[in-house]
C-alpha cells in the first residue's frame, strides 16, 4: 500500500519551516509530525505516531530516519507498510492490553473448564474478551479472574508467535474443541484460501500453564512485562457472537491495563469524575429531560429546565445563522417512499429506517435526513448562477432506528434534532463557503467554551461517483480553507464517502475527552439523483455543489456533551435558573418578589424560594447548580440591595438589586459565564 493512502498528520504550510528540504519536498507523502517529532528524537516520533497507527510504528519511524540519511547522501529503500489499527495510546501501552486480553482468557478457561473462547482485542482505555460459559460470571469470579492473572503474569511465561497452514490451525482448533475459533478460521480462509494462520502461545508448549490462541498480534515479550498492580477487571456485560442478535449471547469480561499503578489510579479517578458528569444522572437530578420506556427507548422528552436551555441553543443557532446569510427552512417529518427511493435511502439506508405506513393507498416513511427535502425545496425553484449560493438552515427532528442495546442516554437516541444546513453553489464558490462554515463552526463551538479542536480531512475513496475534476477543485478547496484557519488536520486519503469528501471536527471537553462534533460534507451524488441545476452564464444547465454541514451534530447529544463537560453547572447565560431569591422571613417576601419581577422584565430567568430555612434554602440552590444565589433580609429590602453568593460558595456581599440585574443582562447579552 502506497504511502499516500496512509492515514497520516498534516500542518499548514505555516508549520514547516525549519525542516529539512527533503521533508518539506516529501510532504505529500510523509506526516509532517513524524518530521517535527523526528528533529527531536526518535523516542517522540514514536509517540506521535503512535497515535496515528501503532503497527505502522516500526516501519513509519524508519522511513523518518531513511529521510534524514538521504540528506546525509545515504540511500535507503522505502519500507513496507503495514496498515493496522489506530489509537491515541502508544504502542507499548497496546502491547499490554492486548496481552492482558490473552492472560485473562486463559484466567477464565483454567478457572472455568466449560469456558470456551471467542474474541479479545484492545480496545480504547482497555481491552475485552467474550466467552461462552454456562453460568453468569460475577463480581466476585471477577476478583478470582484477576487473581488468577497476576499468578500467570508472576510465572513471566513468554509469549511465543508460531505461524500454520490453514490445514493445521483446524486441525489443532478441532482438537482443542473451540467452535468459535473455528469460525474465525473459516472467515479468514474465505478472504484468502491460502493465507498462514498465526497463533500467539503463552508459555512452552510442554509447560504446564501453556495456552494459545488465534492472534495476529503484538503482544510484549512475556506475562511479566505486565505490572500485576496496573491492570483491573471492570464489567460483564452481554454480547452476541460477531453482534448479530440471531447469534449466541456471551459474556464479555471488560478490562483496563496501563504502564504503572499511578497511570491506573489516574485513569480510575478520570472515570469517576466521568461518573460523576454522566449526563443521565445529571439529567435527572436537575430536572432537564427523561427517556421514558412507556412511551418508547430513545425517546426524549424536554423538562421545563432542559427545554429553556435547548431554546436559548436554537435563538443562538439562529441567531448566528441569520447573520451569516441563511435562510430559515422548515420540512416535513415523513415523506413518500419515492422520495426515499429517488435519494437512495430506501435501498442503501433502509435498516437504519422505521417500516412504511400506509395512507390512503400510499406509502410514507418517517424521514432519517433533512437533506432531501431541502433538494426538493431547491427543485421547486429557478435559479441561475447568479442566485448561487444558497444557504439553508433547519433545526430538523429525524428518526433513525436503533437496537435497545445500542442506545445511551441522548448521545444514542432514536428521534432526534440536527442542525442541519445546506448551501447550493458553484465550483468557484466552495473554497470561500468552506471558510465561512469553518468560521461559524469556531464561532459557535467557541461560545460552549470549546477552543480545541481535531480535524479530519477525508478524500476520495476508489470508488466514487462525480467526475475527476471536480474531486480535485473540492479537495484543494477544503485543504485551502483548513490553511486559511491555521488548522492542523489529520489526512485520511481515500477516507471520503463515495459521494463527496468531507471535514469532521472533534471537540475536548473539560477533561479532556474527545467528541465527534461539526461535519462539513460534499455531496456530487444527491444533485445528481434529483437532476439539481442551475442556468450558468452561457444559458446552459449545470449541475451545483452541494454541501451538507451540521454545527452540533444532534441537539441532543450536542446537549448531553455540555451536561457532562460543565459537570451540570451551566454558564451565566445558558443556566436553566440564573438566580434564586432566598428571602430570610416573610417580612422581605413582597420584596422578594418586586426584585424577581424587575428580573424577568430584564429577562432573566428567576425564582424566589420561600418557606424553608435558609441554610436548606442554599443547599437546594447549590444542588441545583444556580449561578446566582441572592439572599434577603431587613437589610437588603431597606437599601434595595442583594446579599449575592455565587455556586461554588464565593460570597460577594451586598450589592445594589440594580447591579446584579445589569451584570446578568450584560452576561445574556456577551453570552458570558461570569458575573
Known amino acids: ?61 524508519d522511513t523518518v530516519e531513511a529521510a534524514t540519511q538521504q540528506q546525509q547522501g545515504q540511500q535507503q529503500q522505502q519500507p513496507q507498510i503495514v496498515p493496522l489499527p489506530t489509537s491515541d495510546e502508544s504502542e507499548a501501552l497496546l502491547r499490554i492490553r ?48 484477576r487473581k488468577e492473572m497476576q499468578k500467570i503474569i508472576r510465572l513471566n511465561l513468554p509469549f511465543i ?21 473455528l469460525e474465525i478460521l473459516e472467515s479468514i480462509r474465505a478472504r484468502d484460501p491460502a493465507a498462514p494462520i498465526t497463533i500467539y502461545h503463552i508459555g512452552e508448549a510442554d509447560h504446564p500453564a501453556h495456552w494459545w490462541d488465534l492472534c495476529a498480534g503484538p503482544h510484549v515479550a512475556s506475562t511479566g512485562a505486565i505490572k500485576p498492580d496496573a491492570f483491573e477487571l471492570e464489567t460483564v456485560a452481554g454480547a452476541y457472537w460477531r453482534g448479530d442478535e440471531k447469534n449466541a449471547m456471551l459474556q464479555r469480561i471488560y478490562g483496563t491495563a496501563w504502564e504503572s499503578a499511578e497511570q491506573l489510579g489516574a485513569y480510575q479517578a478520570l472515570k469517576a469524575e466521568a461518573a460523576r458528569r454522566d449526563h443521565r444522572k445529571l439529567g ?41 446569510g441563511y435562510d430559515l427552512v422548515y420540512s416535513p417529518h415523513i415523506a413518500k417512499v419515492d422520495l426515499w427511493k429517488t435519494s437512495g435511502h430506501f435501498d442503501f439506508y433502509s435498516e437504519n429506517m422505521y417500516d412504511q405506513m400506509q395512507v390512503e393507498n400510499e406509502e410514507y416513511q418517517l424521514k432519517p435526513m433533512n437533506c432531501p427535502f431541502h433538494v426538493a425545496i431547491y427543485k421547486d425553484g429557478y435559479f441561475s448562477y447568479r442566485d448561487l449560493p444558497k444557504r439553508w438552515a433547519e433545526l430538523g427532528t429525524v428518526y433513525r432506528y436503533e437496537r435497545s442495546g445500542t442506545m445511551h442516554g441522548l ?21 470561500p463557503e468552506i471558510r465561512g462554515v469553518l468560521d461559524l463552526v469556531q464561532e459557535v463551538l467557541t461560545a460552549f ?27 484543494g478547496a477544503l485543504r485551502s480553507a483548513l490553511c486559511a484557519k491555521g488548522w492542523d488536520y489529520v489526512l485520511d486519503e481515500g477516507g471520503g464517502a463515495f459521494y463527496g469528501p468531507k471535514i469532521d471536527i472533534k471537540i475536548q471537553d473539560a477533561i479532556g475527552r474527545k467528541w465527534q462534533c461539526s461535519t462539513i460534507q460534499l455531496d456530487f451524488n444527491l444533485p445528481q439523483r434529483f437532476d439539481m441545476t442551475y442556468v450558468d452564464a452561457n444559458a446552459a444547465k449545470q449541475r451545483p455543489i452541494m454541501i451538507h454541514r451540521a454545527i452540533f451534530g444532534s441537539l441532543e447529544r450536542f446537549f448531553g456533551i455540555l451536561v457532562e463537560n460543565y459537570a451540570g453547572a451551566f454558564p451565566l447565560w445558558l443556566a436553566p435558573v440564573q438566580a434564586r431569591l432566598l428571602p430570610v422571613n416573610d417580612a422581605v417576601v413582597p420584596y422578594v418578589h418586586e426584585v424577581a419581577q424587575r428580573m424577568r422584565a430584564a429577562g432573566i430567568r428567576v425564582e424566589v424560594m420561600e418557606r424553608a430555612s435558609i441554610a436548606k434554602m442554599i443547599r437546594t440552590a447549590e444542588k441545583a447548580k444556580t449561578p446566582v444565589m441572592a439572599v434577603v433580609g431587613a437589610k437588603e429590602a431597606e437599601c434595595g440591595g442583594l446579599s449575592v453568593r455565587l455556586y461554588g460558595g464565593s460570597d460577594l456581599g451586598s450589592i445594589p438589586a440594580d447591579d446584579v440585574i445589569g451584570r446578568i443582562v450584560e452576561a445574556n447579552k456577551t453570552r458570558g459565564s461570569d458575573f
Open 1 to 61: 500500500m502506497p504511502l499516500a493512502r496512509l492515514l497520516r498528520r498534516v500542518a499548514c504550510p505555516v508549520l514547516h519551516r525549519g525542516l529539512p528540504q527533503t521533508c518539506n519536498d516529501q510532504l505529500g507523502r510523509f506526516p509532517a509530525a513524524a518530521w517535527l517529532a523526528a528533529r527531536q528524537s526518535t523516542t517522540a516520533a514514536r509517540n506521535t505516531l503512535a497515535g496515528k497507527n501503532i503497527f505502522q510504528l516500526r516501519a513509519a519511524v
Open 411 to 431: 448521545f444514542r437516541v432514536r428521534g432526534f434534532t440536527q442542525d442541519d444546513a445546506h448551501i447550493f453553489c458553484l465550483p468557484e464558490q466552495i473554497e
Open 161 to 181: 508467535r508460531e505461524e500454520l497452514s490453514p490445514e493445521e490451525a483446524e486441525a489443532r482448533i478441532r482438537a482443542a474443541n473451540e467452535p468459535y475459533k
Open 449 to 475: 467554551g470549546f477552543t480545541q479542536y481535531e480535524v479530519n480531512l477525508s478524500t476520495r475513496p476508489e470508488k466514487h461517483v462525480g467526475e475527476p475534476g471536480i474531486w480535485d477543485v473540492a479537495e
Open 284 to 324: 435527572q437530578e436537575l430536572d432537564l429531560f427523561s427517556i421514558q420506556e412507556s412511551a418508547g427507548g430513545g425517546l426524549v422528552f424536554w423538562h421545563p429546565k432542559g427545554g429553556i436551555v435547548r431554546h436559548h441553543i436554537e435563538a443562538f443557532w439562529k441567531e448566528l445563522h441569520l447573520a451569516r
Open 98 to 145: 492486548h496481552s492482558c486480553a490473552h492472560i485473562m482468557a486463559m484466567a477464565v478457561q483454567r478457572l472455568h473448564k466449560d469456558a470456551q473462547v471467542t474474541i479479545g482485542p484492545w480496545i480504547e482505555r482497555g481491552f475485552y474478551y467474550d466467552f461462552d460459559l454456562a453460568t453468569p460470571l460475577s463480581d466476585k469470579e471477577l476478583k478470582a479472574i
